[in-house]
């Protein structure tokens, strides 16, 4: 882990925000390469791609909840 990762935590409050704001920033770099891809089977790797980092980003938010 280095320094900037360290400073990036601090500088957004908890590792948490940090985990939600790294996969909901993943879905959309993901999203706008499937609005360019152009084969089916890589629109579809895409769209799993989404849905997983979306899903990953509720888990951590209902996980925070509970605390």
């Given at each position: 882990?280095?320094?900037?990762?360290?400073?990036?935590?601090?500088?957004?409050?908890?590792?948490?925000?940090?985990?939600?704001?790294?996969?909901?920033?993943?879905?959309?770099?993901?999203r706008?390469?499937?609005?360019?891809?152009?084969?089916?089977?890589?629109?579809?790797?895409?769209?799993?791609?989404?849905?997983?980092?979306?899903?990953?980003?509720?888990?951590?938010?209902?996980?925070?909840?509970?605390y």
């Amino acid at each position: 882990m280095d320094a900037g990762y360290l400073n990036e935590i601090s500088d957004t409050g908890s590792s948490e925000e940090v985990s939600v704001a790294y996969y909901r920033t993943a879905a959309a770099r993901a999203r706008r390469l499937q609005a360019e891809a152009t084969t089916p089977r890589l629109k579809q790797y895409l769209r799993e791609l989404v849905a997983r980092c979306e899903q990953l980003a509720g888990e951590i938010v209902s996980a925070s909840e509970k605390y």
